[in-house]
């Protein structure tokens, strides 16, 4: 469960909404999480999905999980100057987080 | 509440020399997990500690140590720095040793 990976940018404009992608190779994974980092700072934790829903919602936040090709999306809707970040997916298998690459998001005014 | 705490927020140390960062979890959470973030990467597990016991590892050297006091605080201690160890080290604290983390703002390490 090691190999999380995502894409390493994504631009979009202000008013827009963004969609961040990650892949993950552990099936047995019972959580999938994303984090935000923003500059300087720690990760703060945005949302998770427990590995046996399809789709969780959450505000402006909407987290897809298709388990059979283990992909995990983040779509965020509205996005905002104030969401300009790194976003990490993770997932735990057992008892480590393994975190994605991250991804990092500039959002244009 | 306070969240986790991490202190100092920023340490310079130079090559040899050894290292030691404090954790203090929210009120209430008894598990800590250290992670090593190196610049443009994502955190890399490093050590979990429950009720003072060690209960995961990463893929670090031995030269990485840490505890866990009876106040579910927690120290990492890096001995013989290299260059390498220049990192962002994360804290997270968690109810117990499956649920979500939360982390610290972290100590940001420079090794000259």
């Known amino acids: 469960g090691e190999d999380v990976e995502q894409s390493l940018f994504l631009s979009v404009r202000e008013g827009d909404s963004s969609v961040i992608n990650c892949t993950y190779t552990d099936s047995s994974s019972t959580y999938l999480y994303w984090y935000k980092q923003e500059p300087g700072a720690g990760l703060q934790l945005l949302t998770y999905i427990f590995s046996n829903m399809d789709m969780k919602q959450d505000q402006r936040l909407t987290v897809l999980l298709n388990k059979k090709d283990k992909h995990l999306s983040l779509r965020i809707a509205d996005t905002q100057t104030g969401d300009s970040a790194i976003y990490f997916c993770?997932?735990?298998?057992?008892?480590?987080?393994?975190f994605g690459t991250g991804t990092s998001l500039t959002v244009i005014p | 509440d306070a969240g986790v705490t991490q202190s100092p927020t920023h340490l310079i140390k130079t090559r040899g020399q050894h290292v030691t960062l404090r954790c203090s979890p929210i009120s209430g959470h008894k598990s800590v997990s250290w992670y090593q973030q190196v610049l443009g990467q994502g955190p890399q597990f490093i050590f979990q500690?429950?009720?003072?016991?060690?209960?995961g590892r990463g893929n670090f050297p031995d030269r990485f140590s840490a505890r866990q006091f009876p106040n579910y605080s927690s120290e990492l201690n890096v001995n013989a720095l290299l260059l390498g160890d220049s990192a962002l080290y994360l804290c997270?604290?968690?109810?117990?040793?499956?649920?979500?983390?939360?982390f610290g703002p972290g100590t940001r390490l420079t090794v000259l």
């Open positions: 997270a604290s968690s109810l117990g040793i499956y649920n979500e983390q939360f």
């Open positions: 993770a997932e735990i298998t057992g008892n480590q987080f393994y």
């Open positions: 500690y429950y009720e003072k016991e060690e209960r």
